[in-house]
Structures are given as C-alpha cells and as structure tokens.
C-alpha cells in the first residue's frame, strides 16, 4: 500500500457519459497530480494541485476537469467521454522537499465502449 | 514530443545478463528520477539523482547522472525475473512544479 489512494480501480461507461475518479494523497503530502497512461504509452500529465489550488496545467483535454477539497482528496471528472479517452489514470501524491518524488496510487483504468 | 527520450523501447533478455537502459534530453534538469511499474499497478520510486555524475547503487542496480544533467542511465547486473516491468525515468524542471516522465523502457527477462 503506497499511501495514495484512487477509487474505483476499474470503470466501464459508455461514450458521451462522464465519470469522477477520486484520489486521497499520502498523509502529509499537499501536491497532488494526475497523470494519464494509454496502452503501451508513457506516462502524459494531466494537472497539479497544491492545497486546494491549481499549481500546473498539462495536456488536459477542456471536456477533463479536476478540484482539490480542503481535506486534500482531489477529483478528476471526464465528461463526453470518447473511446480514445479509455486509459489508466494516475493520481500522485508528493511531499514538499525539493527532490521528494512521486507516490502513486494503484490507478483506476477507465473503459469507454 | 517528448521531453526526455528512453531507449531502447523494449528489452527481452534471458535471466543472467546484464543491460542498460538509456534516458536522453537536450534540456537541463535539477534532478532525475528512476521508477519501476509492474502491470495494473502504479510506478514506484526506485532512485533520485541530484548532482551531474553522481552515480547511485541500489542492490543490482546502478544510477548514473550524466555531467551536464541532460542524461541518465541504469544498468542492471545479472538480471532476474523479478526486475521485468515498465522502467521511467522522470526529470524535474527548476520550479520543482512537476516531472516530465521518459516513454519507458519495458524489459522482460525470461527465466
């Protein structure tokens, strides 16, 4: 157990819904990040949060949206969700020293069909 | 584009042999780090190297940081099973806001 929790671990909607996926960062860690993982792809950064606020956009798609709660959970919600938005999405936690890395959650993969 | 270039893309080797996966960037970085990620799971943290020709060893494994801090390699000695997964490599950009992740190399040894 890394610490970082996401909730659900597995998702199957259909296309033109829209999803939450929920993540509960490591004890102590203010940062959260969510990351994208399609087959066989790297990893492409989605958007950071940094106690409650917006800190760093990446590659989010308009239809993508995410928030931070004062108790540090944050949400990612994709709405008119395509087939191509079917992935492994991570969420990331990360304490406040410089060169502290990563802690990633098991993932949620989310199924458009 | 990617920031940061690993090569090769795949790997497949017998149990024994030794390999070295490669992280390559035209742009300078204040630290890099190494992860490991199995399938259905997360990445994890395998090292974090700061200094330009730093080199780092974990067990079998060893780090190194290039001079410039474009570049970065791991090496694994005698090989096992239990080291196949997605390697990534990951730098950090001076505002320290976030990391850039490398394609991975996939490496599977077989036994």
């Known amino acids: 157990d890394s610490g970082v929790t996401q909730t659900p671990k597995h998702l199957i909607t259909a296309t033109g819904q829209r999803v939450t996926l929920r993540c509960s960062p490591r004890s102590g860690d203010l940062s959260v990040y969510w990351y994208q993982q399609s087959l066989d792809q790297g990893l492409q950064f989605l958007i950071q949060y940094y106690n409650g606020e917006e800190r760093a956009k990446g590659n989010i798609l308009e239809r993508f949206s995410a928030q931070q709660f004062p108790d540090l959970h944050s949400e990612l919600n994709l709405s008119s969700l395509e087939l191509g938005d079917s992935a492994l999405y991570f969420c990331a936690s990360r304490g406040g020293a410089s060169f502290d890395g990563y802690t990633f959650g098991s993932g949620t993969r989310l199924t458009v069909v | 584009t990617q920031l940061l270039e690993q090569s090769p893309q795949f790997l497949s080797i017998q149990e024994g042999e030794n390999l070295t996966v490669y992280c390559n960037s035209s742009s300078v970085f204040s630290s890099l780090q190494w992860y490991r990620q199995e399938p259905g799971e997360g990445p994890v943290l395998l090292v974090t190297v700061v200094t330009g020709g730093e080199v780092k060893k974990l067990k079998r494994l060893t780090f190194q940081f290039g001079d410039a801090r474009k570049d970065s390699s791991l090496h694994i000695t005698a090989a096992q099973p239990g080291d196949t997964g997605l390697y990534l490599c990951?730098?950090?950009?001076?505002?320290?806001?976030?990391?850039?992740f490398g394609s991975g190399t996939k490496l599977n040894v077989k036994p």
């Open positions: 990951a730098g950090a950009a001076y505002n320290f806001n976030k990391f850039y």
